[in-house]
């Protein structure tokens, strides 16, 4: 078992984060934590946050919805369900003999 503890000056401690399997953290969110579990080679990082940096979104276009692509294929649909109706519904005409 080792006994960890990194600072880093104006930033806030975010959590650990090791190299799988072979390395198993006792506190992932404790700012000192242990390692409970160590075989073979294996990383250790700490995260953390600095406060100051500004939290902006990265990337990407918010533009609305056109409707009309969404619901074309139903409306045509609804039109060939209805065109169907009409021709089953509609009386035939009887031949006059």
Do not use: Q
């Not at 409707?67 to 005409?93: E, N, Q, S």
């Amino acid at each position: 078992m080792a006994t960890v503890r990194v600072d880093a000056e104006g930033c806030t401690f975010s959590h650990w984060e090791s190299s799988g399997p072979a390395c198993v953290i006792a506190d992932v969110s404790s700012r000192e934590t242990t390692t409970v579990m160590f075989v073979g080679n294996c990383w250790i990082l700490a995260y953390y946050v600095d406060p100051s940096a500004p939290s902006v979104p990265v990337g990407g276009v918010v533009m609305p919805v056109n409707k009309l692509p969404v619901f074309a294929p139903y409306l045509a649909l609804f039109g060939l369900v209805a065109a169907v109706a009409v021709v089953i519904a509609k009386p035939r005409k009887k031949p006059e003999n």
